[in-house]
């Protein structure tokens, strides 16, 4: 059964920097693209990050564009989201989830989220 | 880049059908998804590609996207459907994902 997994969040000070995990299981990770999704206090869903099967290819939000980073370790069947700079507008509930199937780039697996809180 | 606009909220009685829409300029040209997400639950997937329902999903649950506007139609609503709703979409000029403001969904 497929399966996502996050870990790393916590608290965090303004400026500084954490790194997200995301485990995979039940299915073949190297196969699908992969992504970062949050969503902060009382706010919607807000996609951060993608990145291709074999990794090579990222696209990123606006707003994290420059100062968060996504990689995957297909030996660990991990995913990771490097975030620096961090700042008060941060503070979220992280999620990581697997390109569906669907033609259109639908999210088919979510994991249960990691919360980030950044402050002082 | 796309801009998905979805009311704050829609109310219905059980039994009733709810409907859910999604405003984005000829969002018809786009593949629309849908997803639920229950207090404290991870977000689920409930329509993808504007009608086709993954495994698990309850034939209760429709979707059609036509001019500028998609709609997630919920039949005969039960009080476990109550939820917020996110549409979504993958725009092909920015390389970007688009998520709708969300949907609370109250079941009366």
């Known amino acids: 059964q497929e399966q996502l997994v996050e870990s790393g969040g916590g608290v965090v000070q303004p400026g500084r920097s954490l790194r997200l995990s995301c485990e995979a299981s039940?299915?073949?990770?190297?196969?699908?693209?992969m992504h970062w999704v949050r969503q902060a206090p009382g706010k919607g869903l807000e996609w951060l990050t993608t990145?291709?099967?074999?990794?090579?290819?990222?696209y990123y939000a606006d707003s994290v564009k420059g100062r968060f980073a996504v990689s995957r370790d297909i030996s660990r069947n991990t995913l990771y989201l490097q975030m620096n700079s961090l700042r008060l507008d941060d503070t979220a509930l992280y999620y990581c989830?697997?390109?569906?199937?669907?033609?259109?780039?639908?999210?088919?697996?979510w994991g249960q989220g990691t919360f980030v809180t950044v402050s002082s | 880049s796309s801009v998905l606009t979805q009311p704050p909220s829609v109310s219905v009685a059980p039994g009733q059908t709810a409907k859910i829409t999604c405003g984005g300029s000829?969002?018809?040209?786009?593949?629309v998804h849908w997803y639920q997400r229950k207090s404290g639950q991870a977000p689920l997937l409930v329509l993808y590609?504007?009608?086709d329902r993954p495994s698990g999903i309850p034939e209760r649950f429709s979707g059609s996207n036509s001019g500028n506007a998609a709609t997630l139609t919920i039949s005969r609503v039960e009080a476990g459907d109550e939820a917020d709703y996110f549409c979504?979409?993958?725009?092909?000029?920015?390389?970007?994902?688009?998520f709708g403001g969300g949907t609370k969904l109250t079941v009366l």
């Open positions: 590609d504007d009608t």
């Open positions: 039940g299915f073949t990770f190297s196969d699908y693209f």
């Open positions: 979504q979409v993958w725009d092909n000029e920015s390389y970007h994902v688009v």
């Open positions: 989830a697997r390109r569906g199937e669907g033609s259109g780039g639908d999210f088919d697996y």
């Open positions: 990145i291709s099967d074999d990794g090579d290819i990222k």
């Open positions: 000829n969002i018809a040209s786009e593949r």
